[in-house]
């Protein structure tokens, strides 16, 4: 389960992303890779509901992003997913709170 470093996780981003439609079937079922995450890689958040408000697309590349929502605001945990390979890359703990030094 590699959890990506900051660095890394930038990498797979493209200049302009495309919101992928809420409707839209994700390209393969990625719900094993996260149910196999370690619970401390969940930075003590609750991502238990499941909920994905967000995926984007990115373009360039074969990466598309799909944010798990937790059930504190604004914190989602990425699976970078390769839409080439149906693999999941890894994932990230995004915290717009802290990013953004929101309290």
């Known amino acids: 389960m590699p959890k990506l470093t900051e660095d890394r996780y930038k990498a797979t981003m493209a200049p302009h992303p495309v919101r992928v439609d809420p409707d839209e079937e994700p390209p393969f079922d990625f719900w094993p890779y996260f149910e196999a995450i ?10 238990s509901a499941g909920a994905v408000p967000y995926a984007w ?7 598309e992003h799909v944010l798990v929502r937790s059930e504190t ?7 970078v997913l390769d839409v080439v390979d149906n693999s999941v890359v890894g994932h990230h703990l995004l915290d717009l709170n802290r990013l953004y030094g929101v309290p």
């Open 73 to 79: 605001p604004n914190v989602f945990l990425v699976l």
């Open 38 to 47: 370690p619970p401390e890689d969940f930075g003590g958040h609750d991502f």
């Open 57 to 63: 697309r990115m373009p360039a590349s074969a990466y």
